[in-house]
């Protein structure tokens, strides 16, 4: 009985071992695509334009206070007479939960009036580069859990209650460069608008992405936004790009003012250009001191972007009046264009299968604080496990995880911050706090062309707020689809009139259905549907996830899906101290989810369905698991599939040879020319050796990339036509 169920294990882990086997074995090759390897570089700032900054993260001063208010003694911690010098330090980014302040808690949607509603007091020393003096110099939070306030040497600079949306404050009039400031933050746990970030996941506090101050001009360039539309069969793209400037003196017009708009393709080279007269703009802002208007380049022959070919234009903008620079920014785009045609989602002119897993940003050591080494390795697990799209759930990502997504090629799903408790709350008292976070969360991605689609959140119902949010995002981008993922109803009837989607939705969001029903479901869809939540096991049958798989790849109006999370959302936590002047413990225990959701446990560990996935989103297909054939020099004939959208495989390099009993008797390497979505027979010549029924013999066939990196593994056993 033992060894039957060996041999059933053995069987079902075949394909993935291989994998196991083929890193072990692999030899330098030049071919010219790299699965990991960025063709542009991640520079600091590089999602910030380039702008001048310095960063505040690091050690600070910090106080929880408990439930109930800030203490008398306390009231005016900001202030930079107070004596904090009692205070421990906290490293920031980081959660104070994670570093041993608080007992961090689960924030259930319809729980939240069991979250403590304690309070993070944190205050540092800063000193601008006196050479900021005469520039306007501002404060930015990229994230704050729940709501922050901010002072700077005792005067109030702003306030913000949306945690996953960068916060900038201008400090021009309360900061001295060149000499020691003080910055003080209260972060709170439980503010009016905290449902719209409440979600099922950990309720974890503090400040937990970058903050930096920034130095601009008095004139200065705000954030442009670039649309690119393909021309001529994709020979041809006409990019838009958006720019504008703003000045803080009601003096002075901005007559002789223009923007110059410059293209390099990825090899440097300057590819268009051309110009914003800002005293003709034809869009202007409210403030009557913000200009801007659009300049359109024609690129020919471009190398467009997509998740296959990650392929960036470097976009300067310089900022003119005369022959004087008066300010500069740089930024990394993509030329692509996202479409819905007859109900295919496509990109650049073809219609694309999204491989997703879902993505929480969530680590068991740092919680929602990832370090760059972490979002960095985070994409490097995605795009092994053949993934070609990562939805985000339920916030806005870092920024510098849509800047790692747009160089390494990772499509994105990015959510609008409406949360988990958003369903039950009405529009009116809340409409410029919805319009509040979906401009910020659209100023921040929108430049990054790995973000194909917006979803307005989760899965939530499609309540009036929900859709006020729908359709502001296609009020601010129009150049997008928006991703509606709600839940489907029990009863039949219900379904028919659910499947016609909201008249907002371009692409529709549904649970996985059984294989033989998708083609029905589709048939019932006037959209192209994207599914959600496949069944989370274990040991996944592989044969048949592959088939509901081929079966998606077949039709056009499904869009593809996600094969789970891509890690468990366990914590290891330190055990909170007992009384304030105890030294924090380093003593971790691990709790979380009440069950395992991810193709990873949290440490990253693969588990089966890491490997499972990475079998069935496999862009390469060998069809043969056996070949008859007798021993000598023969010729053996396989047939191969092409699953990319956009990648020829004589991109790759093939490796081909004969294993006997596990050990690699020769090795051969030839280039195969099969264009996506194609399929051929393949036919290489090999020295057969004796068959045996006893002894495995196997051919053994990879591709690999220019770094090596094996893309694909597959053994087809030889049996000898003798038997």
């Keep these: 009985m033992a060894c039957r169920s060996l041999l059933w294990t053995a069987r079902r882990l075949f394909p993935l071992l291989t994998c196991y086997f083929a890193l072990a074995c692999a030899t330098p090759g030049t071919p010219d695509y790299a699965l990991l390897r960025p063709e542009a570089p991640l520079e600091a700032g590089a999602a910030r334009g380039g702008v001048p900054s310095q960063s505040l993260n690091g050690a600070w001063r910090f106080k929880l206070q408990p439930p109930g208010g800030v203490e008398l003694a306390d009231a005016q911690f900001y202030l930079p007479q107070y004596d904090a010098s009692g205070w421990r330090e906290i490293q920031v980014p980081s959660h104070w939960e994670l570093q041993g302040y608080e007992e961090p808690g689960r924030r259930e949607p319809s729980r939240l009036s069991d979250v403590a509603a304690s309070a993070g007091l944190y205050r540092r020393e800063f000193t601008p580069p006196a050479a900021w003096r005469g520039r306007r110099i501002f404060l930015e939070f990229e994230g704050a859990l729940w709501g922050c306030q901010a002072w700077v040497n005792g005067r ?82 006409l990019v838009t790009v958006e720019a504008g400037a703003r000045r803080y003196a009601a003096a002075g017009a901005m007559a002789g003012c223009d923007i110059l708009c410059e293209l390099y393709d990825p090899a440097g080279a300057r590819v268009a250009s051309g110009t914003v007269d800002l005293a003709a703009a034809s869009v202007e802002a409210p403030s009557s001191f913000e200009r801007g208007g659009r300049a359109q380049l024609i690129v020919d022959r471009p190398r467009l972007w997509t998740a296959e070919t990650p392929h960036l234009y470097r976009l300067e903008l310089k900022l003119m009046h005369g022959g004087s620079l008066l300010d500069t920014q740089t930024h990394w785009v993509g030329l692509r264009q996202v479409r819905i045609v007859n109900q295919a989602l496509q990109v650049n002119g073809r219609k694309v299968t999204l491989r997703g897993i879902d993505w929480h940003g969530l680590h068991p050591e740092t919680g ?43 499509y994105v799903i990015c959510p609008m911050p409406i949360g988990g408790m958003a369903h039950s709350l009405v529009v009116e008292p809340y409409a410029a706090e919805l319009r509040s976070r979906v401009e910020a969360t659209i100023r921040m991605a929108r430049l990054h062309p790995s973000v194909i689609l917006w979803s307005p959140g989760g899965e939530p119902a499609w309540t009036p707020l929900v859709e006020a949010t729908a359709r502001l995002v296609r009020e601010l981008d129009p ?16 379904d028919l009139e659910f499947l016609q989607g909201p008249p907002l939705a371009d692409v529709l969001a549904l649970p996985y259905p059984v294989t033989e029903a998708l083609g029905l479901l589709a048939d019932e869809c006037p959209r192209p549907v994207f599914f959600l939540r496949q069944p989370n096991e274990p040991a996944p049958d592989v044969e048949e996830r592959l088939e509901r798989w081929r079966t998606i790849e077949a039709r056009a109006d499904l869009a593809g899906g996600t094969a789970g999370t891509l890690a468990d959302l366990d914590l290891k936590q330190l055990v909170v101290p007992l009384s304030p002047d105890a030294p924090l413990p380093r003593t971790a225990a691990t709790g979380g989810v009440a069950r395992p959701e991810g193709l990873m446990a ?70 195969v020319t099969l264009a996506p979505h194609e399929h051929g027979a393949v036919r290489m010549r090999v020295d057969v050796p004796e068959l045996t029924e006893s002894v495995a013999t196997r051919l053994m066939i990879q591709f690999v990339d220019a770094e090596d990196q094996v893309l ?5 056993r030889l049996r000898d036509a003798r038997w």
């Design 712 to 716: 694909y593994s597959r053994g087809v």
């Design 368 to 410: 929602r604080a990832l370090t760059e080494e972490q979002l960095r390795h985070d994409v490097r697990l995605l795009k092994l496990a053949n993934a070609n799209l990562v939805r985000i759930i339920d916030h806005p990502p870092d920024p510098d995880f849509l800047a790692l997504c747009d160089r390494f090629g990772l």
């Design 156 to 237: 109030l600079v702003g306030q913000d209650s949306s945690a996953y949306t960068p916060k900038r404050f201008d400090i021009t009039q309360h900061v001295t460069p060149g000499a020691a400031n003080l910055l003080a933050v209260r972060v709170t746990k439980l503010s009016p608008e905290m449902p719209f970030d409440a979600d099922a996941a950990w309720a974890l506090s503090g400040l937990f992405r970058d903050v930096r101050i920034l130095a601009r001009p008095e004139f200065h360039l705000t954030e442009p936004a670039v649309t690119t539309e393909l021309t001529r069969g994709g020979t041809r793209a």
């Design 479 to 494: 150049s997008r689809p928006l991703l509606v993922a709600l839940a489907v109803p029990s009863d039949r009837e219900a």
């Design 602 to 671: 949290a440490d990253r560990q693969p588990k089966y369905a890491y490997w499972a996935t990475r079998v069935v989103y496999s862009p390469i297909h060998v069809h043969e698991s056996e070949l008859i054939t007798r021993p000598g020099r023969r010729r053996l004939t396989v047939t191969l599939s092409n699953h990319y959208d956009f990648l020829n495989l004589n991109r790759l390099r093939m490796r081909y040879g004969i294993e006997r009993d596990g050990r690699a008797l020769e090795r051969e390497t030839k280039i």
